[in-house]
């Protein structure tokens, strides 16, 4: 964020008074119990980065649902282990998904502290290591195509081409954005929600590229996106933290917590998109919840895009919330 910034306002002070944070990040996530050292399949040391939370009590901020998930458990130490691997799935943001569960059965099965996560290794752009496929997690998940938003990726054309085939085949992409997970859980970061961090990560890890196939599919991602945003908002008369991808301008719940309106990463996400791609005229943008092979069956209503960033800026407007 902060060389993006750069990157735009050529602000050099603002750079420099940001470095001592993010080196205290960078050494955060490469010191202590959050390095690990893994033997490659040459044989070779590397240091890698997990989520490993500092804490082994029931989080203060769902403590009563902490204890009830742990109520099963007899054993102090058990519980113990429990409550940091739950602490653990919500240091990593997505709380909770399948991602972190040895199966899909529950919390009791996470394992969170045992994952080296392909995101947050790609974001403190760690190598990339060739792994033992028995001890790889072989479900798909939309961060295996969050490296696609790094340079060291995006710039090779016929790798980039390899991940735009395999996230085509994946299943993750579906009529409103993008899946979390293809894992009906019933928690939030699964299937069917769609999130704006992960939508924006991968079309700009698409668009980067510079690759004409590359490019199309990252707009096709970003209309659907907008406009699923757009068809909640209507109804709504508020922007939402997640979406269902499965059916236009359809919201679902999972997870601990009703699905939280405003919201600050949805109203970017959509203003980046139609800064990147704009809205043309023509298109028109209200759909009905049926669609056929990857078409949507769109009602007679032509919205512009001046209507499509109104919705998006009146949202960011009153929550005062853009990133």
Same mark, same amino acid.
């Given at each position: ?46 240091? *890698?980065? @997990?989520?490993? %939370? ?8 769902? =403590?009563t649902?902490? &204890?009830?998930? #742990? /109520? ?9 282990? *429990?409550y @940091?691997?739950? %602490? ?8 909770? =998904?399948?991602?972190? &569960?040895?199966? #899909? /059965? ?30 790889q997690?072989r ?28 996230l ?9 954005g ?45 209309v659907?996106?907008?406009r ?21 301008g ?11 309106t ?31 092979s ?25 929550t005062?919330a853009?990133?």
């Amino acid at each position: 964020m902060v060389y993006e910034i750069y990157s735009r306002t050529g602000n050099m002070d603002f750079a420099k008074t940001s470095l001592p944070a993010l080196l205290k990040e960078h050494h955060f996530w490469n010191s202590g119990f959050h390095s690990v050292s893994i033997l490659d399949a040459e044989g070779c040391n590397c240091s *890698l980065s @997990r989520y490993y %939370a500092m804490w082994n009590k029931p989080r203060p901020e769902s =403590s009563t649902i902490d &204890m009830e998930t #742990a /109520s099963v458990l007899s054993n102090a130490s058990e519980k113990q282990h *429990l409550y @940091r691997e739950l %602490a653990t799935g919500a240091e990593t943001g997505w709380d909770f =998904s399948s991602r972190w &569960m040895r199966n #899909a /059965s529950g919390l009791m099965t996470l394992a969170t502290t045992s994952i080296i996560p392909v995101d947050i290794n790609a974001y403190i752009l760690q190598d990339d290591y060739t792994w033992d496929a028995s001890n790889q997690n072989r479900n798909i998940f939309a961060s295996n195509f969050i490296p696609l938003s790094i340079e060291s990726f995006n710039s090779d054309l016929k790798l980039v081409e390899k991940v735009r085939q395999s996230l085509q085949r994946s299943g993750l992409v579906c009529a409103a954005g993008i899946a979390t997970s293809l894992t009906n859980s019933g928690q939030q970061w699964d299937f069917p929600n769609g999130w704006a961090p992960l939508q924006h990560l991968i079309v700009e890890g698409l668009v980067c590229s510079g690759s004409k196939e590359a490019t199309s599919m990252a707009e096709d991602i970003a209309v659907r996106w907008i406009r699923t945003n757009y068809v909640a908002y209507k109804k709504m008369n508020a922007m939402v933290e997640k979406y269902d991808v499965e059916k236009c301008g359809e919201l679902r719940r999972g997870g601990e917590y009703v699905t939280q309106t405003g919201f600050g990463w949805s109203n970017g996400v959509v203003l980046a998109f139609l800064e990147e791609f704009g809205w043309p005229k023509d298109l028109k943008i209200d759909c009905y919840m049926t669609f056929y092979s990857e078409d949507w069956i769109l009602t007679d209503v032509c919205v512009t895009q001046t209507d499509i960033l109104t919705s998006a800026s009146s949202a960011a407007a009153r929550t005062g919330a853009f990133l």
